[in-house]
Every structure is written in structure tokens, then in C-alpha cells.
């Protein structure tokens, strides 16, 4: 009896697919696999800290490889959202400017537009394509490179990043009152208290050990530094510092999104999380030839495809303010990926409307699919969507007010917390 029932809920997935077009992703992700951002505890990486690893390199071209096969190549035609030869109109990439972000961004972007698939010039061409310099080894070049503009074919894509103090969106300079409130919460003590409460008796002993600390010289508020080693440390097979059994490094693990989510309060955190949404929200009416918000737009212009490479702060706080009711995060992994899908519904009657009915909006962390409290299924209506992001009761002018309704704090370790922020 069962067979038959299977083989309908397939054909009917096959329908629901082959009854949409893609029209537009966006995606967040976290960095690859790096070295500790500061003490490195004795362990040498190559890069230094903070810096990718060529495991976090590999895992970005993975990453891009496979968003390749999913949007340019297309395993389904109605799927083929991008030029296979990079066109600055579809894609548009934005770094936090830090080292590590920018790498990764990169390295995606080699997995997505690969070596061997940029355009080549003409025969005609390689005698003209020299530069106003006495290039010593001309000849040796351009044997070497044929009629390949770069070595092997390469797309250089450009990755956007501004400063800190100037970037109104992904980073926080931008924002004054999240920086102040972040600066005021990570030193108060009522903040962290009962964290400390809770992972004290559990864990706190057992890493203490692992770098020869006493447990009563740590708390959860200056803990961070810590697991966050032990995690580049598991990843890279380095060292095992401390034999944690499996429930115990279950705990270190679980520590992850709480060292983060309190060092804002709820309003920052949709601060945060909006600062990234909105312009998502608005790309998204831009493909649907809706009205949409020009002026946040204006550095972006309205590319099919968009790329925030950033971190897991950010990534728990996103994660949290989606508030999924099939997802119980515990931990943001190294190239943790959390993508939007739009769909247009492929009927005649939405083949040119912008009309809200005509798309739906699918979102996936790591490939679930995520169910939005708001939403009546997995495919997310889009007039469900952004009803889900005004129910927050914050507009993007309404933001940018909040934003500056203070002036940044004097705070004399500023680029430290910007470090420990990212």
C-alpha cells in the first residue's frame, strides 16, 4: 500500500518543481575553516591567526562548485539563473573586511566560475593585449597564455567591502547604537551570569585542564577565546589538548551561540538581522518588477545573485531572528551556508506578472529547508515572507533613525571588539 502513495508524493515534488522558475538567490555564509583568531595556544598555522586554512579554501570551492551545478550549470533548465561567464549585472559580492571573509568569498567564487571558462581573446588580439611597460619576458607570457586572458582561464569577480565606521549594512560602524549597546553588554557581569550558572558545573573544569587554567580564573563572559580554539583545533586534527568525551565536546559545542546572542538585546538583533534582510527583501521585488527601495539599492544595482561572506555572529543572530520551527540550532559550522530562493510560479498566468501570488520564497541552511513561523509550508509565499519580516515592526528608514540615535562611544579598544564582533 505504500508504494503507491511514494510514488505519487515523487511525481507530485516533480510537479511542484517543474512549475517555478528561478529568479533570484541570496546567500549568507560563514567563512572556512580558520586558525584561532588570537593566542593560538602554542599551535602554529601557517597563515597566522584568524587566517583561512586550505581545509576553509577547499571547503568555499566545494561550496561554489556546487552552487555552479545548482544555478549556472542548472540541473533543471528552468534553474539556470546565471551566465557561465561571470557578468557583473547578475552577481554581486559583499566581504566583511576581514582577511578571512574575503578569502572565502574568493574562493567560492572559483568554485562558481572556474578555472578554463572566462572569455578568451581573439589571434588578433594577443599583440595588442600588452600593457605600457617593457615587459622582460613577453615572449615567455605570451606563449604561455595563448589566447587565455589569464592564467588558466580564471573570472576575477570583485568582492566589495567597506570600513568599519563607514559600512551601513554588514558591518557596525555603521551602526552607533549596536556598537554602543554591544561595548555596554559584553563587560556587565548580569548579562552573563546565568550562562555561567549553567555551563560552570558542566564543562568548565574539563577546559580549564585543556590549557592548564584554573577553573575559578574563568568565566562564560571571557571564555570565548577558549573552545573557540578547541574547535579550530578539532577541525584541523592539530592537537587534542583534553580527551573530552562525546556528551562533553556536545557541551563545548553548545557554547557556541551563546557566547554570541547576548551580547545584543533583542532590538539589536533585529538590527543586525534586518541590516542583511532588507536588502534581500528589496532585490527580491526588483526581480518581480515591483516597486522597491532605490536608494538602498544604489550600490547593489539589481544582479540576480547576491553574496554576504561573513561570520558565524552574524549567522546565529539571523538564525535566531528567522526563528525556524524545524531547525533547533546548536552550533554554526565552518562555510555554514543559509541561502533565499525566489520563485516565479511557471503558469500562464504569472509568466509576466508581479503580482505577490505569482512567487514563493524558499529558504535553506546547510540544505534543510527551513518552515518560517508565518508561513503555511516550506515554499513561503512571498506576500508571507515579507509579512513575516514587517511583523518585526521595524521599516529600513526606521532603522537607520535607531541606528544613529547616538553617537559612537569613545571606546578605547574599539578594534578589538570589532575583532571579537567578527
Known sequence: MRTPKFSLAILCCFFVLAQ??????????????????????????????????????????????????????????????????????????????????????????????????????RF?????????????????ITTELGIDAIQEGMQPVPVKNYGEYIDSLIAYGGCPYMMNEYYRRIDDPKVWQEYDDHFRPLIFSQIAKAFNLFEDDLSFMTIY??????????????????????????????????????????????????????????????????????????????????????????LSHIMKFLNPENLQLEHIEFASVLIFELHRRDTRVCKDSSEDACFYVKIIYNDVPLKLPGCSSIDCSFNEFRGYIESFGITYDQMIEICFSEELLDIPNYEELVQLIL
Request: charged share 25%; with cysteine; proline share 6%.
Open 20 to 121: 517555478s522558475k528561478l529568479e533570484f538567490v541570496a546567500e549568507i555564509c560563514r567563512h572556512g575553516a580558520r586558525a584561532p583568531e588570537g593566542d593560538t595556544f602554542g599551535i602554529e598555522y601557517e597563515k597566522g591567526p584568524g587566517m583561512l586554512t586550505p581545509s576553509g579554501f577547499r571547503q568555499h570551492l566545494m561550496v561554489g562548485d556546487e552552487l555552479r551545478n545548482r544555478y549556472v550549470k542548472g540541473m533543471d533548465k528552468s534553474q539556470n539563473l546565471l551566465s557561465p561567464i561571470f557578468n557583473p549585472e547578475e552577481v554581486y559580492v559583499r566581504s566583511t573586511q576581514v582577511k578571512r571573509t574575503i578569502q572565502s568569498a574568493y574562493s567560492q567564487l572559483l568554485g562558481m566560475f572556474p578555472l578554463g571558462t572566462a572569455e578568451e581573446l
Open 124 to 140: 588578433d588580439q594577443i599583440d595588442v593585449a600588452i600593457p605600457p611597460l617593457e615587459i622582460s619576458d613577453l615572449e615567455d
Open 225 to 314: 577565546k577558549y573552545p573557540d580554539s578547541l574547535f579550530a583545533e578539532e577541525f584541523e586534527g592539530v592537537l587534542k589538548r583534553y580527551n573530552f568525551t562525546e556528551e562533553e565536546w556536545s557541551i563545548v559545542r553548545s557554547m557556541q551561540i551563546p557566547l554570541f546572542l547576548p551580547r545584543l538585546s533583542s532590538l539589536s538583533r533585529k538590527i543586525l538581522s534586518l541590516r542583511y534582510i532588507f536588502p534581500i527583501l528589496e532585490l527580491m521585488k526588483s526581480r518581480m518588477g515591483q516597486d522597491y527601495n532605490k536608494e538602498l539599492l544604489k550600490t547593489f544595482g539589481t544582479p540576480k545573485f547576491l553574496l554576504f561572506s561573513s561570520h558565524d555572529y552574524q
